[in-house]
């Protein structure tokens, strides 16, 4: 009698399992032990992004030295804290930096959060922040505004908040003006407005004086969150009282 073929072993139904990398294994090692793919993020310092495409993209090889202390203290020293799996990463990972700019001779550390986003090269760029960073006054938004100010620049920026706290409809023209009126609505009763976008063709380049806020700014004592949610308040568009979500701001400089 002929014996049954296996499935997995030959023909044309075989499947072949790619083989991980080291980075995939090691990280693979730490899920097992109950660690999630975003904490590894945090202990390598990235994000849970990075650590899938060890999987998918093969990514992770400057990582795999640390991994590799890491799981050692996991598995041989019972080590489960975050903050310490951290500090064991960190010596055998090279901080990310940035080009360097013309006349340096060493890169700079790298801007995380903040891109160039170009209309003028140098004179745009963008931050984002959310709830728990907005709570404590949103310190890492004000280098795009006094950025920008500096060059006498435009500002756009989005927020987002429970839409019981907006006091005008999602996209009236009184709200937010321009042929598209950004407005996102989310499953989680939030939503996002942009205010600050271009007008449309021919009527500017839109934005706001960044002069005008960074004089807000500082008028609240350095506090982004105040002064974004005061101007809102003030042009009736926001309930008082009302909080952010999420807030991102956009500056660049117009071509003369």
């Known amino acids: 009698m002929t014996p049954r073929r296996r499935r997995g072993t030959g023909g044309r139904g075989r499947r072949s399992t790619p083989q991980r990398n080291e980075a ?27 650590v899938s495409q060890f999987f998918t993209k093969n990514k992770g090889a400057a990582f795999e ?3 590799r202390h890491v799981v050692q203290a996991v598995q041989a020293d019972g080590i489960t804290d ?40 140098g004179h745009s760029s963008m931050a984002r922040a959310g709830k728990q960073h907005l709570a404590s006054g949103g310190s890492r938004l004000y280098k795009v505004i006094a950025r920008t100010a500096a060059v006498d620049g435009n500002l756009a920026f989005t927020v987002r908040a429970r839409k019981t706290a907006f006091t005008m409809d999602a996209g009236r023209r009184d709200d937010s003006p321009g042929l598209r009126r950004g407005v996102v ?22 934005g706001f004086s960044a002069r005008e806020f960074k004089n807000r ?19 009736g568009r926001l309930q008082p009282g009302a909080t952010l979500t ?7 400089k117009s071509p003369d």
């Open 185 to 206: 609505q989310r499953r989680d009763g939030t939503e996002e407005r942009a205010y600050g976008k271009s007008l449309g063709a021919a009527q500017g380049p839109g």
């Open 24 to 50: 995939a294994r090691l990280t693979q090692e730490l899920i097992d032990a109950g660690f999630t793919k975003k904490q590894v993020g945090d202990i390598i310092g990235r994000n849970s992004s990075l």
């Open 217 to 235: 700014v500082d008028a609240a004592g350095g506090d982004v969150t105040a002064a974004i949610v005061g101007w809102l308040v003030e042009t």
């Open 82 to 121: 975050i903050d310490q799996l951290k500090r064991i990463a960190a010596h055998d990972i090279t901080p990310r930096t940035a080009r360097p700019l013309p006349g340096e001779r060493r890169p700079g550390k790298a801007r995380v959060r903040t891109k160039d986003i170009t209309e003028t090269p």
């Open 65 to 67: 030295t640390a991994l």
């Open 246 to 252: 999420h807030l991102e701001i956009r500056g660049w």
